[in-house]
């Protein structure tokens, strides 16, 4: 399909560019690999030293069948585990199967053949000896007990001055066991005069090895992908997400279980022969796709969980990422200013929005320079229901410009002032936090948890399933989904179930939705657009209702601080009552606040003045029968209640600066 | 053209299976019908060996829209497995076809009667089809109605053309080749204002062997009804 073919396209992209990080794209026939241990030997094949090593990963030379194996014998070509290379493994009481005449034979073949590669040769005359265990254990990299047979667990006391052997560190641990037969060796091989001597990034013993496996004998056949005849592969590499996972995205070994058979009749003797009749897929084009997609997980793949989602351009130039916020998709840009970002000079010519759109256009038109208008881009997304199988669950390609006009509409159509904290400089003092409300889009994580709370902790299908729903929302520019929306709402309406500063969150998210919701909503004639500042000439119910409620909590937010009081407000306690029955709640809370009034005329005459008058402004703008109707208010309440609050917010900042 | 039907079929799930994917078992579907897919809505709607179908133009009225179900898919050895299957959602096409008559059959040339197969596929099309229509897997149903080819707004009219890469066509039946031999056929997929052309099975360039297969005999009055006779019943 499309997706394998635009891999193969971008790896071969890939290697013909000048990309910095081009080396970490794999060569064909190669596979990645956690390394424990390093010996070096001299070019005739002596043992030198040995070293033990921590957290390193290496690409080495594999066939086919190695770089796929699970449990049955399949060497690697070069570097393996101790229980494929060493000779005198089983003499030491090792666990494992010895598997080391099919490695030897298998590295002999290489080095007889017509790509031979003198460090390989000389790795081969070592191994030959059969003593790499016993020389391991001389250089005290392996441990033996009293009757020389080798150690499952340190069985003495670990101190400051008696540490526990690296080895026992840096291998896994089965049941607080570990299995020393399990150390992948990567070899080095000194020759005076040749500074570099190392074996798993060596360029001319990568090609040797490549060229040698290309001879191996197989079937040829047609390659779905190119429509031209190659060698087949009979499976394909895993190792896709990190080096442990065993999870393919193609395979094709259930000949007994019905999985696909159905109308073809393949057995192991036909697919040996001829591939198998389902599907068949060039050796060196599967290996290139998926050190491809390996490569740009690895790179610029976002991950929830098991799901794996990359974005990237065939080209190989970079690209904005559709599931990261705002504010880090523009430091991104080449010319960007934190501090100008995060408190925005106030253009008065200018409403908040429009600012925010035009910042963000030139965020964009500058991408638009760096990429060609017709450059596909690819998004992909991949799970997996098993450990062993992963499916592609998201798939589109797009032309640049497509794709970054869906990201401009996305960002502009659910931006809103979000909840930050910012970190303020306080001389000597370690740096204060201070919260701040730059316009930004939340993203599908934070999404997910306005609009479930803490549930999102321990469910990962939910959150899993949000992100599938939410990425054709970016990408494709499709509507957004009505249930998170009134989930979000629901939980903003209520300041009860979180933390306040998480409610404020909520709050903040909730406006962005429903924003953007009416913004594109699929009924044209119910598409509505609101500004992200205090729109004193709307007059729907709701909206007004909203403002309503936001003065009356600053009424007796004030109160209460000059009283010295720290409680929540009436209009806090009664905000989810008052979305349900907003006349009747609105009354409570009115009779409540006289006596605050009473307090403000005596403390602050000047503030209840103000106040005062935009409560009068606010019930004028009411239709007389939309005040006393006590129908449910939609989420529009919200964004009147917010922008309420913020426009007080700004006038405070405002004036402190 | 003569022996020519168009028709609309549509349907909430479509899953046309990417060869590449079905083996692992994780299907996921190509974004376009499979000529195949859409010679077996013919197939559904009305079909006797007789005659061949050709589909000649399909045309694409929603967007392409993708959605994910997780399955639990039955194992042959008992239980299940678990899988994840990536459909097409709410799909919708317009698809003008026709039938010719099957030359590698001439033990049927008493059936190749011109107009009465004709006239019992239109009067299939307007009862919706003589067995149930499905998309691709049997799992995906879907529902035909006669309209005329062209009609209505289309999601990707606008759209000058787009390439899908090697998709697969359709499988050569000996039945249809007249070699007992099974094979696949490949295309480069392209989309033109939404249209998408296919070439006739003949026409494929790329072409893969995949095993011996015989061909089904059937016999006038044995196995298979004539058309006469079927006229009369229907």
Same mark, same amino acid.
């Given at each position: #399909?499309?997706?394998?073919?635009?891999?193969?396209?971008?790896?071969?992209?890939?290697?013909?560019?000048?990309? $910095?990080?081009?080396?970490?794209?794999? @060569?064909?026939?190669?596979?990645?690999?956690?390394?424990?241990?390093?010996?070096?030997?001299?070019?005739?094949?002596?043992?030198?030293?040995?070293?033990?090593?921590?957290?390193?990963?290496?690409?080495?030379?594999?066939?086919?069948?190695?770089?796929?194996?699970? &449990?049955?014998?399949?060497?690697?070509?070069?570097?393996?585990?101790?229980?494929?290379? &060493?000779?005198?493994?089983? /003499?030491?009481?090792?666990?494992?199967?010895?598997?080391?005449?099919?490695?030897?034979?298998?590295?002999?073949?290489?080095?007889?053949?017509?790509?031979?590669?003198?460090?390989?040769?000389?790795?081969?005359?070592?191994?030959?000896?059969?003593?790499?265990?016993?020389?391991?254990?001389?250089? !005290?990299?392996?441990?033996?007990?009293? !009757?020389?047979?080798?150690?499952?667990?340190?069985?003495?006391?670990?101190?400051?001055?008696?540490?526990?052997?690296?080895?026992?560190?840096?291998? @896994?641990?089965?049941?607080?066991?570990?299995?020393?037969?399990?150390?992948?060796?990567?070899?080095?091989?000194?020759?005076?005069?040749?500074?570099?001597?190392?074996?798993?990034?060596?360029?001319?013993?990568?090609?040797?090895? #490549?060229?040698?496996?290309? #001879?191996?004998?197989?079937?040829?056949?047609?390659?779905?992908?190119?429509?031209?005849?190659?060698?087949?592969?009979?499976?394909?590499?895993?190792?896709?997400?990190?080096?442990?996972?065993?999870?393919?995205?193609?395979?094709?070994?259930?000949? !007994?279980?019905?999985?696909?058979?159905?109308?073809?009749?393949?057995?192991?003797?036909?697919?040996?022969?001829?591939?198998?009749?389902?599907?068949?897929?060039?050796?060196?084009?599967?290996?290139?796709?998926?050190?491809?997609?390996?490569?740009?997980?690895?790179?610029?793949?976002?991950?929830?969980? /098991?799901?794996?989602?990359?974005?990237?351009?065939?080209?190989?130039?970079?690209? $904005?990422?559709?599931?990261?916020?705002?504010?880090?998709?523009?430091?991104?840009?080449?010319?960007?200013?934190?501090?100008?970002?995060?408190? @925005?000079?106030?253009?008065?010519?200018?409403?908040?929005?429009?600012?925010?759109?035009?910042?963000?256009?030139?965020?964009?038109?500058?991408?638009?320079?760096?990429?060609?208008?017709?450059?596909?881009?690819?998004? #992909?997304?991949?799970?997996?229901?098993? $450990?062993?199988?992963?499916?592609?669950?998201?798939?589109?390609?797009?032309?640049?410009?497509?794709?970054?006009?869906?990201?401009?509409?996305?960002?502009?159509?659910?931006?809103?002032?979000?909840?930050?904290?910012?970190?303020? &400089?306080?001389?000597?003092?370690?740096?204060?936090?201070?919260?701040?409300?730059?316009?930004?889009?939340?993203?599908?994580?934070?999404?997910?948890?306005?609009?479930?709370?803490?549930?999102?902790?321990?469910?990962?299908?939910?959150?899993?399933?949000?992100?599938?729903?939410?990425?054709?929302?970016?990408?494709?520019?499709?509507?957004?989904?009505?249930?998170?929306?009134? !989930?979000?709402?629901?939980?903003?309406?209520?300041?009860?179930?979180?933390?306040?500063?998480?409610?404020?969150?909520?709050?903040?998210? &909730?406006?962005?939705?429903?924003?953007?919701?009416?913004?594109?909503?699929?009924?044209?004639?119910?598409?509505?657009?609101?500004?992200?500042?205090?729109?004193?000439?709307?007059?729907?119910?709701?909206?007004?209702?909203?403002?309503?409620?936001?003065?009356?909590?600053?009424?007796?937010?004030?109160?209460?601080?000059?009283?010295?009081?720290?409680?929540?407000?009436?209009?806090?306690?009664?905000?989810?009552?008052?979305?349900?029955? @907003?006349?009747?709640?609105?009354?409570?809370?009115?009779?409540?606040?006289?006596?605050?009034?009473?307090?403000?005329?005596?403390?602050?005459?000047?503030?209840?003045?103000?106040?005062?008058?935009?409560?009068?402004?606010?019930?004028?703008?009411?239709?007389?029968?939309?005040?006393?109707?006590?129908?449910?208010?939609?989420?529009?309440?919200?964004?009147?209640?917010?922008?309420?609050?913020?426009?007080?917010?700004?006038?405070?900042?405002?004036?402190?600066? | 053209?003569?022996?020519?039907?168009?028709?609309?079929?549509?349907?909430?799930?479509?899953?046309?299976?990417?060869?590449?994917?079905?083996?692992?078992?994780?299907?996921?579907?190509?974004?376009?019908?499979?000529?195949?897919?859409? =010679?077996?809505?013919?197939?559904?709607?009305?079909?006797?060996?007789?005659?061949?179908?050709?589909?000649? =133009?399909?045309?694409?009225? +929603?967007?392409?829209?993708?959605?994910?179900?997780?399955?639990?898919?039955?194992?042959?050895?008992?239980?299940?497995?678990?899988?994840?299957?990536?459909?097409?959602?709410?799909?919708?096409?317009?698809?003008?076809?026709?039938?010719?008559?099957?030359?590698?059959?001439?033990?049927?040339? +008493?059936?190749?009667?011109?107009? =009465?197969?004709?006239?019992?596929?239109?009067?299939?099309?307007?009862?919706?089809?003589?067995?149930?229509?499905?998309?691709?897997?049997?799992?995906?149903?879907?529902?035909?109605?006669?309209?005329?080819?062209?009609?209505?707004?289309?999601?990707?009219?606008?759209?000058?053309?787009?390439?899908?890469?090697?998709?697969?066509?359709?499988?050569?039946?000996?039945?249809?080749?007249?070699?007992?031999?099974?094979?696949?056929?490949?295309?480069?997929?392209?989309?033109?204002?939404?249209?998408?052309?296919?070439?006739?099975?003949?026409?494929?360039?790329? =072409?893969?062997?995949?095993?011996?297969?015989?061909?089904?005999?059937?016999?006038?009055?044995?196995?298979?009804?004539?058309?006469?006779?079927?006229?009369?019943?229907?």
């Amino acid at each position: #399909m499309s997706w394998m073919s635009k891999l193969y396209e971008t790896y071969e992209a890939a290697l013909a560019s000048e990309l $910095p990080d081009r080396d970490m794209l794999m @060569p064909v026939s190669h596979t990645i690999q956690n390394t424990h241990v390093r010996i070096v030997v001299d070019e005739k094949g002596n043992f030198k030293r040995a070293s033990v090593l921590e957290k390193t990963q290496i690409i080495l030379p594999a066939t086919e069948a190695s770089a796929g194996r699970g &449990a049955g014998e399949a060497p690697h070509a070069l570097a393996d585990k101790i229980h494929y290379v &060493a000779g005198d493994y089983p /003499d030491f009481g090792g666990k494992k199967k010895a598997y080391f005449p099919g490695f030897e034979q298998q590295l002999g073949d290489w080095c007889n053949s017509d790509f031979p590669h003198p460090k390989a040769i000389a790795v081969h005359a070592y191994i030959k000896k059969g003593q790499v265990v016993e020389d391991l254990i001389k250089a !005290s990299i392996l441990h033996v007990d009293e !009757s020389n047979q080798l150690l499952q667990k340190w069985p003495h006391e670990v101190s400051e001055e008696n540490p526990l052997p690296s080895i026992f560190r840096v291998l @896994p641990k089965t049941a607080g066991r570990v299995e020393q037969g399990d150390a992948l060796v990567s070899w080095s091989v000194e020759k005076p005069g040749n500074p570099d001597s190392q074996t798993w990034n060596d360029p001319d013993l990568q090609e040797s090895w #490549m060229e040698y496996d290309a #001879m191996a004998p197989g079937a040829n056949g047609l390659c779905y992908i190119t429509g031209e005849e190659h060698k087949l592969a009979k499976s394909h590499p895993a190792k896709l997400r990190h080096s442990g996972d065993k999870a393919k995205l193609v395979s094709a070994n259930d000949l !007994s279980g019905f999985t696909f058979k159905g109308r073809f009749t393949d057995t192991k003797n036909t697919i040996a022969q001829r591939g198998s009749q389902a599907v068949g897929v060039g050796l060196e084009v599967t290996q290139k796709v998926h050190n491809a997609l390996r490569w740009l997980i690895s790179r610029q793949g976002y991950r929830n969980g /098991d799901q794996v989602y990359v974005t990237w351009a065939v080209s190989g130039k970079k690209v $904005p990422d559709p599931l990261a916020d705002t504010i880090t998709l523009m430091m991104a840009a080449p010319v960007f200013d934190l501090e100008k970002e995060l408190s @925005p000079q106030i253009d008065h010519g200018m409403d908040l929005g429009q600012q925010f759109a035009l910042r963000f256009s030139n965020y964009l038109r500058g991408y638009h320079n760096y990429l060609e208008p017709n450059e596909q881009i690819v998004i #992909m997304g991949l799970d997996s229901a098993t $450990p062993g199988r992963m499916g592609v669950i998201y798939y589109r390609e797009l032309l640049a410009s497509e794709f970054l006009d869906r990201i401009g509409q996305w960002h502009k159509q659910f931006a809103w002032p979000q909840r930050r904290t910012a970190e303020v &400089a306080n001389g000597k003092k370690k740096p204060g936090r201070k919260t701040i409300w730059p316009i930004s889009t939340p993203v599908p994580r934070v999404i997910a948890e306005a609009a479930y709370g803490d549930v999102i902790k321990s469910n990962d299908t939910l959150k899993k399933s949000i992100l599938e729903r939410i990425l054709p929302c970016i990408v494709d520019g499709q509507a957004f989904p009505r249930d998170i929306l009134l !989930s979000a709402l629901r939980r903003a309406g209520n300041r009860n179930n979180c933390e306040k500063w998480e409610w404020e969150r909520n709050l903040g998210v &909730a406006c962005a939705l429903f924003k953007g919701f009416y913004m594109r909503h699929p009924d044209l004639t119910k598409r509505r657009e609101y500004k992200m500042a205090l729109e004193q000439d709307r007059h729907t119910r709701d909206y007004l209702y909203g403002r309503l409620l936001a003065i009356a909590e600053r009424l007796e937010e004030v109160s209460l601080n000059a009283g010295g009081e720290n409680r929540p407000t009436t209009a806090e306690r009664l905000m989810q009552r008052f979305a349900d029955r @907003p006349y009747s709640t609105w009354r409570n809370i009115e009779l409540g606040l006289q006596p605050y009034i009473q307090r403000l005329k005596r403390d602050r005459a000047g503030f209840l003045t103000n106040r005062n008058k935009e409560l009068n402004a606010v019930f004028e703008a009411f239709e007389a029968e939309d005040f006393t109707r006590d129908t449910p208010l939609s989420g529009e309440f919200l964004l009147g209640y917010h922008c309420q609050k913020q426009f007080w917010f700004k006038q405070k900042s405002e004036s402190e600066n | 053209m003569k022996n020519s039907i168009s028709f609309r079929v549509w349907g909430r799930y479509a899953l046309f299976t990417d060869p590449v994917t079905k083996t692992g078992g994780e299907k996921c579907s190509y974004h376009l019908p499979t000529y195949e897919a859409i =010679k077996g809505v013919l197939k559904s709607i009305y079909w006797k060996p007789t005659l061949v179908w050709h589909v000649d =133009k399909v045309r694409v009225i +929603k967007p392409i829209r993708t959605q994910t179900k997780g399955t639990k898919p039955l194992v042959w050895g008992g239980g299940n497995s678990l899988a994840i299957y990536t459909f097409l959602h709410d799909v919708e096409y317009q698809v003008k076809a026709h039938f010719e008559w099957n030359t590698h059959r001439p033990e049927l040339k +008493k059936d190749r009667i011109d107009g =009465k197969h004709f006239s019992i596929a239109k009067r299939m099309l307007e009862k919706g089809g003589r067995q149930d229509i499905f998309l691709g897997v049997r799992d995906c149903q879907a529902y035909v109605e006669p309209c005329s080819f062209g009609e209505g707004e289309g999601a990707y009219d606008t759209i000058d053309k787009l390439g899908f890469g090697l998709m697969f066509h359709g499988f050569d039946y000996p039945d249809e080749t007249g070699k007992d031999e099974l094979s696949s056929r490949f295309w480069n997929a392209v989309m033109r204002k939404g249209i998408i052309e296919f070439p006739r099975p003949e026409d494929c360039q790329v =072409k893969r062997f995949l095993r011996e297969m015989e061909a089904k005999p059937f016999g006038l009055d044995e196995t298979l009804r004539p058309v006469a006779v079927e006229e009369a019943r229907i």
